[in-house]
C-alpha cells in the first residue's frame, strides 16, 4: 500500500509538471478558477485531518492561511518587522527638561508588566524573522518562492502547536469556540500590524503561485494526511475520534494526537496561504475571517467527515459551484425566469447545501467509496 | 484509490462547465463592472451599481457613443476576498470588457488592479480612497477625492470662515483621520492658522471628557474632530455636556446612520465635507436626483453619484479617444479635464486621481443640509 501511494503521487507531480505548459495557455478566468480549487483541496484536506479523521471541532482554519499568506508575503516582499520598545517605567529626560514634574502614571504598571511576559517572547521572534528573512531573499529563481511557502507553512504550525497545547484539553463546542477566538486574535493583530500593511492590506505581493506548485502541494497534502491516517500510528487519530476515553484506557496519548494534527493541518493551511498571497498579490485581513474558515468547514462537512475522496470532491464542488451558476445567469438562451433564479446564485449555492446535507448527511461520498477502499 | 478518477474527471470537465459564452453583437462596447451586491459592504456596492447602471442607460438612450451601444455587465463580488481577482478576469477575458468600472472598497480594488494592469485594460474605481489603488500601475484610475484631500478642503473652510485657533482631535488607529489631521494641519499653518492643542483618540472609545477638558481650556474657534459617525456622536454629546460651544468640524466618515440619532441635537452648528449632496441645487446635480429617483425611488447617495460619474467619465474618453484600444483609452482617461461630473469638477492628475470639489455640510436641527461646494 505505501509504494503504491508514493507511486500514484510521483505519477500525479509527473503529471502536472507535463500538463502546465498545457494549462498556463488557458483562460486566465479559468486558470483562476483551478487555482482556487487548488488551494480549497489543501485547505480542506488539511482540515479533515482535525475535524473529520480525529474528530476535534475546529473553526480557525482561515487563521493559519493568513500566518502563512502574511509571512510569505513578508518573505517575498524582504518585509523586516520592527522590534517593540521596552516599557516606559520613569520619565525620559527630555520629558523631565520640559516639564520638572513629570511622571508615568502608576495604574500602567501593571499592563507593562505584561511586557514583561510576552514581550522579549515577541522580539525573539521577530529577531528570527529579520535574521531568516535575508536567507530566503539570497535563494535564486523559484527557490525564494518554495522557500517563502515553507517558511509561511511553518510558522503555521508553530502557531498551531501554541492555539493546539493549551486548548485541545477542550472539547467539542469549547474548543470551536477557542480556534474560532485564535482566527479573531490573528485577523485583529494583523489590522492593526504596521510593517504589513494594517487594515489597508498588503499589495505588491510578486507572483509566483501556478498550476504545477498548487496541484503539487495539494497532492501532497493528499499523500501526507492519506499515509498517516492509513499508518499504525495513525490509528491513534480514529481511536481519538471514536472513543476518547477509551483510547486514554488504552494508554493512546490523546493530547499528542491532537495536537499533532492540529499542527500538520496549520502547516497545510500556511502554504494554502502562501499560495494564495502569490497568486492573488494582495492580502488583507478581512479575506482570512471567520467566514472563510467556515467555508472551509463546509467542505469538509458536506464531503463527509473523514472521508478524502468526498472532502476533495466537496472542495471541487464548492469552489467551482458558484463560478458555474454565474455562467448559468449569464446564458441567453435560457428562458427570462431561470435567468432570474441563477442571479440569486447565492442563494441556490446555499439550498443546493441544504438538500445535499438532508440527502447525505454521511458526505457526499460515504458508504459507496468506503466499501470499495480500505476501511477509514 | 479509486476515487482518483473521479477527481481528475471533476477537474477536467471544468472548462466543459463553464464553456458558454455569451454571444453579443461585434458593434457594443463591452463594460465590466464588479461590486459588492451582496455581503458586507451591499450597500455601497448596491448604489454604486444603481449609479453605473443609471448612467449606461441614459448613454444608450441618447444613441450611446461613436455610435456604439454600451454593454454593462455587472458581477457580484460577494464583499469577499479572492472574488474581484476571479470575476475580473472573467470579465476581460470571458466578456471581453474594454474597461472595468469598481469597487467602493479599496481592499476589493487593490485586488482588481494588478489583473487590469497588466491586460492594459483601463480600471476606474469610483470611490476607494486608499492612496495605494491608484499606485498600482498607469492603468488604475480613482474618480474620488483621496481622505487627504478633504483635510485641506476642510482647513480653506476654516479659514474663510474665520476660525484661527482650532483644536485637533485625531482617531489614531485609523489612516483615514491621521491622513485627514496632517493634510489640515499642514494648509492651516501655512496660511496663518494655528492648531491650539492636539488630542487623540482610539476607534471604539467611549469617554473624551479627558481630552475634550484639556482642549477647552485652550478656548479654540472650532475642533477638527476627523473620526468615524460612531465616535464623532458621543464626541460632540460629551463637548456639549462639558460646555463646549464652538462648532466641530469633520471629513465625509460622520456620515452615518446613528450618527443624528446619537448626537440629537448636539451637532447643530457644526459642518464636515463630503462628496455630494442631493441638494445641491445644480441643475445637473437635481437633474440627476430627479432620473435616480424616478428609476429606483429612493435618493441618490454619494455611491451612487460617484458610481454614475466613473460610467460617464468613461463614456467621455472613450469619445476623445475614438475607439476602445486600452492604451488610446487610458491616455484619454488621464487627459479628462475640467469634466463637469455630479460631483464636482473632475481633473484628473498625473498620480491618476482626480482633482475634485468637496460639497461642505451643515448641520441644523439635527439634519444634514448643504452649505456649499469648496474647490480644490
Known amino acids: ?376 | 484509490m479509486r476515487i482518483l478518477p473521479i477527481l481528475k474527471h471533476a477537474l477536467c470537465s471544468l472548462p466543459l462547465f463553464l464553456t458558454a459564452t455569451a454571444a453579443f453583437a461585434q458593434n457594443e462596447i463591452i463594460v465590466g463592472e464588479f461590486a459588492s451586491l451582496t455581503g458586507g459592504s451591499a450597500s455601497f456596492g448596491q448604489s454604486s451599481h444603481k449609479g453605473t447602471q443609471l448612467a449606461i442607460d441614459e448613454l444608450n438612450a441618447a444613441g450611446g457613443v461613436l455610435g456604439r451601444k454600451f454593454k454593462l455587465i455587472t458581477e457580484d463580488d460577494q464583499s469577499l476576498a479572492g472574488q474581484p481577482a476571479t470575476i475580473v478576469r472573467k470579465l476581460i477575458t470571458q466578456d471581453k470588457a474594454i474597461a472595468i468600472l469598481g469597487e467602493v472598497a479599496s481592499s476589493k480594488s487593490l485586488e482588481a488592479a494588478p489583473i487590469c494592469q497588466q491586460n492594459n485594460i483601463p480600471m476606474i474605481s469610483p470611490a476607494s480612497t486608499n492612496p495605494k489603488v491608484t499606485e498600482v500601475g498607469n492603468y488604475v484610475f480613482r474618480i474620488c477625492f483621496i481622505d487627504p484631500f478633504q483635510g485641506t478642503v476642510m482647513s480653506k473652510f476654516a479659514l474663510g470662515k474665520g476660525y484661527k485657533k482650532v483644536a485637533l482631535l485625531t482617531d489614531v488607529k485609523q489612516d483615514y483621520s491621521v491622513g485627514l489631521s496632517e493634510f489640515f494641519v499642514k494648509h492651516f499653518t501655512a496660511n496663518g492658522g494655528a492648531i491650539v492643542k492636539d488630542q487623540k483618540f482610539s476607534t471604539g472609545d467611549k469617554d473624551f471628557k479627558a481630552q475634550l477638558t484639556s482642549i477647552k481650556t485652550t478656548k479654540p474657534d472650532a475642533i477638527f474632530v476627523p473620526g468615524y459617525y460612531g465616535e464623532v456622536a458621543l464626541i460632540a454629546k460629551q463637548a456639549r455636556q462639558l460646555g463646549i460651544k464652538v462648532p466641530l468640524l469633520g471629513g465625509d466618515g460622520w456620515v452615518g446612520d446613528s450618527l443624528l440619532k446619537v448626537a440629537g441635537n448636539s451637532l447643530d452648528g457644526c459642518f464636515f465635507s463630503s462628496h455630494f449632496s442631493a441638494e445641491d441645487k445644480t441643475p445637473a446635480v437635481q437633474d440627476f436626483v430627479k432620473k435616480y429617483q424616478a428609476k429606483y425611488g429612493q435618493a441618490p447617495d454619494d455611491m451612487g453619484a460617484l458610481g454614475y460619474d466613473s460610467a460617464m467619465i468613461l463614456a467621455d474618453a472613450i469619445k476623445r479617444a475614438g475607439g476602445t484600444d486600452g492604451a488610446k483609452l487610458r491616455d484619454a482617461i488621464a487627459a479628462t479635464k475640467d469634466y463637469k461630473a455630479i460631483t464636482g469638477v473632475i481633473t484628473i492628475d498625473e498620480k491618476r486621481n482626480a482633482s475634485k470639489s468637496a460639497v461642505i455640510m451643515a448641520i441644523e436641527n439635527a439634519g444634514f443640509k448643504f452649505l456649499e461646494t469648496v474647490a480644490p
Open chain 1, 1 to 376: 500500500m505505501f509504494e503504491r501511494t508514493k507511486l500514484i503521487l510521483v505519477a500525479c507531480i509527473a503529471a502536472f509538471a507535463a500538463l502546465s505548459p498545457l494549462i498556463g495557455g488557458m483562460n486566465p478566468y479559468y486558470f483562476n478558477i483551478l487555482i482556487s480549487v487548488g488551494i480549497s483541496l489543501i485547505l480542506a484536506v488539511g482540515l479533515n485531518l482535525v475535524n473529520g479523521y480525529t474528530g476535534q471541532f475546529s473553526l480557525g482554519h482561515a487563521g493559519f492561511m493568513a500566518v502563512g499568506a502574511y509571512l510569505a508575503a513578508a518573505m517575498s516582499l524582504g518585509i523586516l518587522f520592527p522590534y517593540l520598545d521596552p516599557p516606559q517605567w520613569a520619565p525620559t529626560a527630555e520629558e523631565l527638561a520640559a516639564d520638572p514634574q513629570a511622571t508615568v502614571a502608576k495604574w500602567t504598571y501593571p499592563f507593562k508588566a505584561l511586557w514583561l511576559l510576552f514581550g522579549w517572547l515577541i522580539n525573539a521572534l521577530f529577531w528570527c524573522h529579520n535574521h531568516i528573512i535575508p536567507l530566503g531573499a539570497a535563494l535564486p529563481g523559484w527557490g525564494k518562492f518554495l522557500f517563502a511557502l515553507f517558511y509561511g507553512g511553518a510558522i503555521a504550525a508553530l502557531a498551531g502547536l501554541t492555539v493546539g497545547v493549551p486548548s485541545l484539553r477542550l472539547k467539542g463546542d469549547y474548543l470551536a469556540i477557542v480556534t474560532l477566538g485564535f482566527n479573531e486574535i490573528i485577523r485583529v493583530v494583523l489590522q492593526s500590524a504596521d510593517p504589513v500593511g494594517a487594515s489597508r492590506g498588503l499589495p505588491g505581493i510578486p507572483l509566483a503561485t501556478n498550476f504545477f506548485w498548487t496541484f503539487t502541494f495539494a497532492a501532497l497534502a493528499i499523500y501526507v494526511v492519506w499515509n498517516i491516517v492509513h499508518s499504525t500510528y495513525g490509528r491513534g487519530f480514529l481511536a481519538v475520534r471514536d472513543d476518547e476515553i477509551a483510547a486514554e484506557a488504552m494508554g493512546i496519548n490523546t493530547t499528542k494526537y491532537k495536537v499533532l494534527a492540529f499542527v500538520i493541518a496549520a502547516f497545510f493551511a500556511g502554504i494554502a496561504g502562501g499560495l494564495y498571497a502569490h497568486f492573488f498579490q494582495y492580502i488583507n485581513p478581512e479575506g482570512f475571517n471567520f467566514m472563510k474558515s467556515v467555508d472551509i468547514v463546509v467542505m469538509v462537512i458536506l464531503g463527509g467527515m473523514g472521508s478524502m475522496w468526498g472532502v476533495c470532491a466537496a472542495a471541487v464542488l464548492l469552489t467551482i459551484l458558484p463560478e458555474v451558476l454565474r455562467k448559468v445567469a449569464k446564458i441567453e438562451a435560457l428562458p427570462e425566469w431561470a435567468r432570474e433564479i441563477a442571479e440569486n446564485r447565492m442563494i441556490i449555492y446555499s439550498l443546493i447545501l441544504i438538500i445535499l446535507m438532508l440527502a447525505r448527511p454521511q458526505g457526499l461520498f460515504a458508504g459507496w467509496v468506503k466499501k470499495k477502499t480500505r476501511p477509514a
